[in-house]
């Protein structure tokens, strides 16, 4: 660090110049982020200091994280969920998994994910002791249910669905799961990280929340489709004895205990997620999806006329194009166009997220720019 203090000018000069090199989101069609609605920003600044690692300290805040979860429980069909605001579905899916293995407390425990599951739950395999075992998929890339029943053994905690696949935007057979994991007496924990703030505003969606009995915890994700400031996720329960087997005791804090992985704890993205969600309200999401829907199509319909398949129709708003020699084409959009696509990974396609950043004339251009690079 430097002796002296440099001046706030030098600073933000300084800042200025590197935030401008850093990718701005209208040719980024391979993330899911966006811009944080202006109203969770200017809630998030206004609670900046408040750390609800030490909740006791600030009731205002803790209310209103009270407050996200119940509304994050309406949309999930939870009318009495326990949770908290995490820092997205990594720490989610961590926390879920973690509770289920406490509550069950037996040696060599496994758990059942999809094969498309997200490569946050090699981490937790990494981490928790918990053997994680792949099902396969089907031909749309949802989970085969006879490859999951097929990996249950008495050493099973419990099964994970997705719902809105990180690479396909798939949902994985809920009910299904739901009833499997009743029979078999074992936990379900649904990763709706994406699709939360997706599905629900569907035009026929399919059951994947607490409405089916099965389904033990949730993991939605405010920060993606949810329009709030990083880092927000929300973790629900439909049991509170999850979240009391993630209590570790705080001695020399305000509060007894703490259910939170990380100790210190953003209270300014749940402010930011309290006022976006009662800002838009179902209305303003079920506009935000529809809007990106649009795209979705035009995405779609721009492919097929240039010869380009989507690998499945698309369910939500991401989009798996099958273009020969994805990685080709992936490098040429990106050095001589500048967009940002990604691929999936089996099979490799030119993986595309339509989110609320991108617009008609984004598209347009997109379109014309894959045609050139595929040479069609
Ligand atoms: N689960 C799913 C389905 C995801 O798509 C993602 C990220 O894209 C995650 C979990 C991890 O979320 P985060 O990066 O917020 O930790």
């Known amino acids: 660090m430097n002796d002296n203090g440099v001046s706030e000018k030098e600073i933000f000069a300084f800042l200025d110049e590197t935030k401008a090199r850093d990718t701005t989101y209208e040719r980024v069609l391979s993330a899911m982020c966006t811009h944080p609605h202006k109203i969770a920003v200017k809630a998030h600044m206004q609670f900046i200091e408040s750390n609800l690692g030490d909740f006791g300290l600030f009731p205002g805040t803790h209310d209103l994280e009270l407050e996200v979860m119940r509304m994050m429980g309406d949309l999930m069909n939870g009318p009495s969920v326990h949770g908290y605001v995490t820092t997205g579905g990594t720490e989610s899916n961590i926390q879920a998994l973690r509770a289920m293995r406490n509550i069950c407390n037996i040696r060599n425990p496994n758990v059942i994910i999809p094969e498309s599951a997200h490569f946050s739950f090699d981490k937790i395999a990494d981490m928790l002791e918990i053997e994680i075992r792949k099902a396969a998929l089907d031909s749309e890339f949802k ?171 698309p369910v939500m708003n991401v989009v798996a194009l099958d273009v020969p020699d994805a990685d080709l084409v992936r490098k040429r959009l990106r050095e001589e166009f500048g967009w940002q696509v990604s691929i999936t990974r089996t099979p490799r396609a030119l993986r595309l997220v339509l989110m609320p950043h991108l617009t008609t004339e984004n598209i347009e251009l997109f379109l014309h720019d894959l045609k050139f690079v595929c040479n069609l």
């Open 143 to 313: 989970v085969n249910m006879d490859s999951m029943k097929s990996l249950v053994d008495e050493h099973t905690i419990g099964l994970v669905g997705i719902a809105g696949s990180t690479e396909f935007g798939q949902i994985d057979p809920i009910k299904e799961m739901s009833e499997l994991a009743v029979e078999k007496g074992i936990f379900l924990h649904v990763d709706a990280a994406f699709g939360g703030f997706v599905i629900p505003f569907l035009k026929n969606p399919p059951a994947f929340d607490f409405a089916l009995e099965g389904v033990t915890s949730i993991g939605i994700d405010p920060h993606k489709m949810g329009l709030s400031t990083i880092p927000s996720g929300g973790l629900l329960f439909r049991d509170l004895k999850h979240l009391h087997h993630l209590q570790t005791h705080t001695p020399y804090l305000t509060v007894d205990t703490q259910y939170s992985l990380t100790g210190t704890r953003s209270g300014a993205t749940v402010a930011g997620t309290y006022a976006v969600m009662k800002h838009l309200g179902n209305d303003g999401y079920r506009r935000i999806v529809d809007q990106c829907m649009e795209l979705t199509d035009m995405v779609v319909a721009g492919a097929r006329e240039i010869g380009i398949e989507p690998l499945i129709e």
